[in-house]
T-cell receptor, first 115, second 113 residues
């Protein structure tokens, strides 16, 4: 496939459970971003990778959130001990270079519902 | 500091009439600017981008945007709305320092038959 792929599309977790969200970026794209989108809101930046290096994690809301991209391709966003306020759509985007003139290409997102 | 303001949270137009979605930005550096569209339960799709070339940018599905530095604006237009244009639209600014993309709060476009 030519686009960014995210799985699962939907995830329901009970409060306190751990979840792992996967992102397969476009092949060859150097940069990978994670965003959180609450209902009716715009995407909010979580973290950014250049290849396997996590260059910016300033948007992660708490130390329960962890992201990795060990081989510079697939990335996983992990949320430990989920809380109801974590319910949102989690969007992954990749960019060919990560420079400002290289647009983001988004996946369809993972909708997380914490009950 | 960088920021993006989408001046209208909701816009409603009749099918076949022009569309105007407004966006103003502030950026300390020469920015790149983008418009994305999001249909329900979908990811964001790139409509068009401005990256310091021509100030009038043409995108997909008949959309255009004009970069006006003096007004710090990047409004999105389309001459004739189609029912399939109903969606959420996001204006995005990225300063030329690299890897940050700042999103507006979105404009919901409704197209009335």
């Amino acid at each position: 496939g030519a686009g960014v792929s995210q799985s699962p599309r939907y995830k329901v977790a009970k409060r306190g459970q751990d979840v792992a969200l996967r992102c397969d970026p476009i092949s060859g794209h150097v940069s990978l971003f994670w965003y959180q989108q609450a209902l009716g809101q715009g995407p909010e930046f979580l973290t950014y990778f250049q290849n396997e290096a996590q260059l910016d994690k300033s948007g992660l809301p708490s130390d329960r959130f962890f992201a990795e991209r060990p081989e510079g391709s697939v990335s996983t966003l992990k949320i430990q001990r989920t809380q109801q306020e974590d319910s949102a759509v989690y969007l992954c985007a990749s960019s060919r270079t990560g420079q400002s003139n290289s647009p983001l290409h988004f996946g369809n997102g993972t909708r997380l519902t914490v009950t | 500091a960088q920021s993006v303001t989408q001046l209208d949270s909701h816009v409603s137009v009749s099918e076949g009439t022009p569309v105007l979605l407004r966006c103003n930005y502030s950026s300390s550096y020469s920015p790149s600017l983008f418009w994305y569209v999001q249909h329900p339960n979908k990811g964001l799709q790139l409509l068009l981008k401005y990256t310091s070339a021509a100030t009038l940018v043409k995108g997909i599905n008949g959309f255009e945007a004009e970069f006006k530095k003096s007004e710090t604006s990047f409004h999105l237009t389309k001459p004739s709305a189609h029912m399939s244009d109903a969606a959420e639209y996001f204006c995005v600014v990225s300063p030329d320092t690299g890897n940050q993309f700042y999103f507006g709060t979105g404009t919901s476009l409704t197209v009335i038959p």
